[in-house]
């Protein structure tokens, strides 16, 4: 379902396409989140460890491919949004090559390095091993990532966001099985966990592909559209490079910080991936959000108006800070009970730390609201280097905490350190955005 994003109250639409994607998005957590629960659950401590001590390392990789496949849809939007669909169709040809080389690059490195990238985390000898067997095999999956990020892209890009949501339902429940099945059935350990995330994203990935093919005749090709274009490689990789980069630079902090953390001990780094594993649920909505103010402020670029962008900044500011209040307390409250799905009640000391952990990030929620709103709505209409310098931001709060602080404070600077790290990026962020808010207006002045 196309959805034009240019006309009607911004509040109805903005909510239209973010709750389809957030309930996608959310199921989406449950690949990482029912592989850490099931490891912890039916193998053991060391093995959740492991999972988990693969997350920043992660997001490094899948990060950057997701920011090149989101950045790549940002021109496409604006098109859609100027009804001018030829150039779209063109657009959205340069970025599947774009993808390609990007992932075949990326495939390559990450495969190879992966061992020595995990030895530099400084993780512990009896977990680096069962690290190696989960990682290796989601790296060696990059390609099925970047295909269902990028055709999921494309349907947002011109509105529709429920499509995506049903196949990552579909697939979420495969993973489950598979889960089961790998861990339980066949013994597989952590490696397991890998398979049934790689393979569940290659089905909705397929999926995405057969729908757009026979559900989208704006997606019908013409001759010559959808021929390889240096220029507009380049104008989509300069939106879409800076997108990944800047998701990069965020997990090199989140490297440190997990770094520090292996040096306290595999207690430490359960109850850290239990927190993680937690904190990625109660955050999706608002990154969400963020996502959605992209699609909408690229829409709205493309047709001029820079009114419908300003009414709809303040109702996802609004939205936002709400809703990072209600989770922040709702939190506070629930976190203790929810750590029972990853591990044992016996094991104390785990359950502690990952509740102190949570508590702490939850207090920051509202900034981190702002910022996710903020650095996508700036993304949307075509500012990708300010974004990526507010990662950068990031990356030197969250490194002075892991590398200074964590050495003298222990646990508790560690639960600091990502808030301090979004503080750091709001700063930066809102000073731009109220800068660049006046020159786009003054682009746009009398239109829309």
Not at 44 to 69: E, H, K, P, Q
Request: charged share 10%.
């Amino acid at each position: 379902m196309v959805r034009e994003m240019t006309h009607g109250k911004p509040l109805p639409l903005i909510l239209g396409f973010c709750i389809p994607m957030l309930i996608g998005n959310l199921f989406q957590q449950l690949y990482s989140m029912v592989d850490a629960i099931i490891v912890g659950r039916f193998l053991d401590v060391d093995s959740l460890a492991a999972v988990g001590s693969t997350g920043s390392v992660s997001f490094l990789i899948i990060g950057f491919t997701t920011g090149i496949t989101g950045g790549s849809c940002i021109l496409p939007a604006q098109s859609f949004g100027a009804g001018e669909y030829g150039k779209m169709r063109r657009q959205i040809a340069n970025a599947v090559y774009l993808c390609i080389i990007t992932t075949a690059v990326i495939t390559t490195a990450a495969v190879g390095f992966c061992y020595p990238i995990l030895e530099l985390m400084q993780t512990p000898a009896d977990v680096i091993d069962l690290a190696y067997s989960y990682i290796v095999v989601i790296f060696g999956g990059i390609c099925v990532t970047m295909a269902y990020n990028l055709m999921a892209g494309i349907l947002r890009a011109m509105g529709d966001s429920r499509t995506p949501l049903i196949f990552l339902i579909i697939a979420s429940l495969i993973n489950i099985g598979l889960d089961l099945f790998f861990i339980v059935v066949c013994n597989m350990g952590v490696g397991g966990a890998g398979w049934a995330t790689v393979i569940s994203q290659a089905i909705s990935g397929l999926l995405c592909f057969f729908h757009i093919r026979r559900h989208y005749d704006i997606l019908e090709y013409e001759k010559g559209e959808f021929k390889f274009s240096g220029e507009t490689l380049f104008s989509l990789a300069k939106l879409g490079v800076p997108m990944g980069l800047q998701f990069s630079i965020t997990a090199i902090g989140s490297i440190l910080l997990q770094s520090a953390v292996n040096t306290l001990g595999k207690t430490v780094m359960a109850a850290v991936t239990a927190a993680g594993k937690m904190q990625s649920i109660m955050v999706t909505p608002m990154e969400t959000l963020g996502i959605t103010m992209a699609t909408y402020s690229g829409q709205n670029l493309g047709a001029r108006s820079y009114r419908r962008i300003s009414d709809g900044m303040k109702k996802a500011f609004a939205i936002g800070i709400l809703y990072s209040v209600f989770s922040a307390v709702l939190i506070w409250f629930v976190s203790r009970y929810l750590c029972l799905l990853f591990v044992d009640s016996a094991e104390t000391e785990v359950i502690e730390g990952a509740v102190y952990f949570i508590r702490i990030n939850a207090c920051f929620y509202p900034v981190l609201a702002v910022l996710f709103i903020t650095r996508n709505m700036l993304q949307g209409v075509g500012y990708s280097l300010l974004p990526m310098t507010a990662g950068a931001c990031e990356l030197a709060a969250r490194a002075v905490v892991s590398l200074v602080f964590v050495r003298y404070y222990g646990f508790n600077a560690a639960c600091f350190a990502t808030p301090i790290a979004w503080v750091a990026a709001d700063i930066l962020l809102v000073t731009v955005y109220a800068v660049k808010i006046k020159e786009i207006k003054r682009n746009l002045s009398g239109e829309g």
